[in-house]
């Protein structure tokens, strides 16, 4: 784990991860997750996911804003008529609500990096919180992941 010490004398000038620093961690479902980043005190998490064709996210509310690049593949949200494809950035104000699907008919996988303020608030089919996911959060199930897949304690950076 790389911790960055901002109220030491001297900061470093930059934390690097090249691909290949942090493990996928596989989810059920069809979906792999890196964690690249926490900072609890701002509720920054920034993450970079792929996603099989046809995996369908729960639907959820966003409590900070949400910013996301696209590198493979295809996505969409049920809510919305545009489809995000490699090259493409999304802005999320807090607030909104939405579920993300990848179409069945994608030929490779989709991969995504988030850059996310707040919580996840996971909503059931009418509409009530269900579960809440977080940095902290996220950054627990990845160890957990990454420790039952065989990988070594990811290198993730925390501020």
């Not at 995996?55 to 996301?68: D, M, P």
């Not at 089919?125 to 039952?148: F, H, I, K, P, W």
């Amino acid at each position: 784990m790389t911790t960055l010490d901002t109220a030491g004398p001297i900061a470093p000038s930059a934390l690097h991860l090249g691909d290949s620093d942090l493990p996928w961690a596989s989810t059920p479902g069809g979906v792999q997750l890196q964690v690249l980043q926490v900072q609890e005190s701002t509720g920054l998490w920034v993450i970079r996911n792929r996603f099989d064709p046809g995996v369908e996210v729960q639907t959820h509310r966003h409590t900070g804003t949400v910013f996301g690049h696209t590198t493979s593949g295809s996505w969409a949200y049920k809510e919305s008529d545009f489809l995000n494809v490699a090259g493409s950035y999304l802005f999320e104000p807090a607030g909104s609500v939405h579920t993300l699907v990848v179409p069945e008919t994608n030929t490779e996988i989709t991969e995504v990096l988030f850059i996310m303020y707040g919580a996840n608030l996971n909503l059931d089919a009418d509409g009530n919180v269900e579960s809440v996911t977080d940095g902290a959060g996220v950054l627990a199930a990845y160890r957990a992941m990454c420790r039952a897949q065989g990988h070594d304690e990811p290198n993730v950076i925390l501020i």
